[in-house]
């Protein structure tokens, strides 16, 4: 068969050396990255198997892939009955991910590798009723603080995790805009100042996501877990095979819109059992005098917030441990409609409260089980957040390392080696860029 004009230059180059891998060679690159990322296969003959790939054409994209700095073949494994192979990991350490989470009271930034493990982090206090432009200035400030603290951090990409659902149509790789997602922030590039200021792509999801992801991935997750947030707001997010399910939309788990009835009295979720409805509800009953110990803490302290409530409960306080209840209750009747659709190996309650008390987790559990049909509970467990605060930073990260890795996205950086040579990125810089020109500071990113 005559040689092509193709393969004759291949064949050129490799008696030169290494030679430089063709667009063509992307594909194979991206399979052979994330088999080896995944931890899918960790030997150059497990590659071959799994890939289904030549050993030649294993071995020349190995060596582009060590050249990129993306894996590294430094180690040897066991030895079974022959020479000991060398094994493949990858290079979890060539990059950083910047993550951040902004819930209605506090802020948490920290910076992870490539593999989403959490390096760094720090919380501190916030309100975000505060202007966007406050907010972006703060997070601008603690992300270069972090940075400063690492050796050599080369940047991959951004994460953040907001209280509010992302909306997008499912198809999009990364975050090109500012999506209106609480009030006032459709007036401020959030998204657009972040990638001006770093140079990365930005990733948003809301906390409920990313919540699901940390625990998923650094939790208890396994198989099919249903995650619930109770807080001021009430939502679910569901993971499957380490993967998340985010809908048509991105407004997946809104279940503290799902009206709820107690006696005469019907409302959301939200309004019923959310953080609010007990802290009032326990602010009613230091008022009528059911509750001593709420009394007192109203007296010392001039309001109920539910975390008084909740340890009012802890206590043996009867009128705290009924009010826990009736919340546990109703959020459980939620949840078991979900179960018994989603049929989940694992359902996880989180929030301060749900994790603080053991009432109203009890009453959930209760009213999960005695409404699941016996196939869906035979097996299926009811357990309290393993991850606490930590698990929107972890899942933020693991938001942006599936986003890079992602086939997609995957394929149009990785013969440069870093994200920011996707071309899809560098059209979206230059949008932004000239947007900064034409409307001068009002887009100019804080001066920090």
């Given at each position: 068969m005559p040689t092509t004009a193709t393969e004759q230059t291949d064949e050129h180059t490799r008696r030169k050396g290494r030679p430089r891998v063709s667009e063509t060679a992307a594909p194979s690159l991206v399979d052979i990255l994330n088999l080896v990322r995944t931890e899918k296969a960790n030997t150059r003959q497990a590659i071959e198997r799994h890939s289904e790939l030549g050993r030649a054409v294993v071995a020349d994209r190995l060596g582009t892939l060590g050249e990129l700095g993306l894996i590294d073949e430094s180690e040897l494994g066991t030895a079974t009955g022959g020479r000991a192979p060398r094994l493949v990991r990858f290079a979890a350490d060539r990059g950083r991910i910047l993550v951040a989470t902004l819930d209605q009271t506090a802020f948490g930034v920290g910076i992870a590798d490539l593999a989403g493990s959490l390096l760094m982090e720090h919380h501190e206090a916030a309100e975000l009723t505060?202007?966007?432009?406050?907010?972006?200035?703060?997070?601008?400030?603690?992300?270069?603080?972090?940075?400063?603290?690492?050796?050599?951090?080369?940047l991959y990409g951004i994460s953040i995790s907001v209280p509010g659902a992302v909306p997008d149509g499912g198809g999009a790789l990364f975050q090109r805009s500012t999506p209106g997602i609480l009030p006032g922030w459709e007036s401020f590039p959030l998204v657009e100042t972040l990638i001006a200021t770093f140079n990365a792509p930005v990733w948003l999801r809301s906390s409920v996501e990313t919540m699901t992801m940390g625990e998923f991935h650094a939790g208890a997750g396994r198989n099919t877990m249903l995650f619930v947030k109770v807080g001021k707001r009430i939502g679910a997010g569901l993971a499957n095979d380490g993967a998340l399910f985010r809908g048509a939309q991105g407004a997946v788990g809104l279940i503290g819109s799902v009206p709820v009835t107690v006696g005469d009295r019907t409302g959301t979720l939200e309004a019923m059992a959310g953080s609010d409805h007990i802290a009032q509800a326990g602010k009613v009953a230091a008022e009528h005098g059911a509750s001593p110990i709420l009394a007192e803490q109203m007296r010392r302290a001039g309001d109920i917030t539910a975390l008084d409530v909740a340890q009012a409960a802890q206590m043996g306080d009867a009128a705290a441990i009924d009010i826990l209840a009736q919340s546990g209750r109703l959020i459980g009747q939620v949840v078991a409609t979900l179960a018994n659709m989603l049929n989940p190996a694992l359902i996880v309650l989180s929030g301060s409260i749900a994790q603080t008390n053991d009432i109203l987790l009890a009453a959930a559990r209760e009213a999960i089980y005695g409404a699941c049909h016996p196939l869906v509970s035979r097996d299926m467990q009811i357990i309290r957040s393993q991850m606490g605060s930590s698990s929107g930073l972890v899942g933020a990260a693991i938001i942006a390392t599936e986003g890079l890795f992602a086939p997609a996205m995957l394929r149009?950086?990785?013969?440069?080696?870093?994200?920011?040579?996707?071309?899809?990125?560098?059209?979206?810089?230059?949008?932004?860029?000239?947007?900064?020109?034409?409307?001068?500071?009002?887009?100019?990113?804080?001066?920090?």
């Open positions: 505060q202007p966007v432009s406050a907010l972006a200035e703060r997070l601008i400030t603690l992300f270069r603080w972090i940075l400063e603290r690492q050796a050599d951090p080369q149009d950086w990785i013969m440069a080696g870093r994200p920011q040579a996707h071309s899809l990125f560098q059209q979206v810089k230059d949008e932004i860029a000239r947007r900064n020109t034409m409307v001068g500071d009002t887009m100019r990113p804080p001066d920090v």
